[in-house]
């Protein structure tokens, strides 16, 4: 677990690095902003493809009673 962590935090480091900012400032763009943005977008996501099932059920459905 602890070479998980240490991977993990020099990805950041390089990351940091890689785009002038701090360690914190990382962090932050990581888990205040952007994985945030990306639970929300993939919710939305599964509940358009819940509907767009339901729909194609209903329409199976139809047909087949025909």
């Known amino acids: 677990m602890n070479l998980i ?8 480091y390089f990351i940091a690095d890689f ?3 701090s360690y914190k400032e990382v ?3 990581i888990f205040v902003i952007i994985q945030p943005l990306a639970f929300v977008f993939m919710i939305i996501t599964i509940l358009k ?3 767009k099932i339901k ?3 209903e329409e199976l ?6």
């Open 55 to 57: 729909g194609k059920k």
């Open 61 to 66: 459905q139809k047909l087949t009673i025909k």
């Open 19 to 21: 785009f002038s900012i």
């Open 27 to 29: 962090n932050v763009w």
């Open 49 to 51: 493809q819940r509907k």
């Open 5 to 12: 962590f240490d991977l993990c935090v020099q990805a950041l």
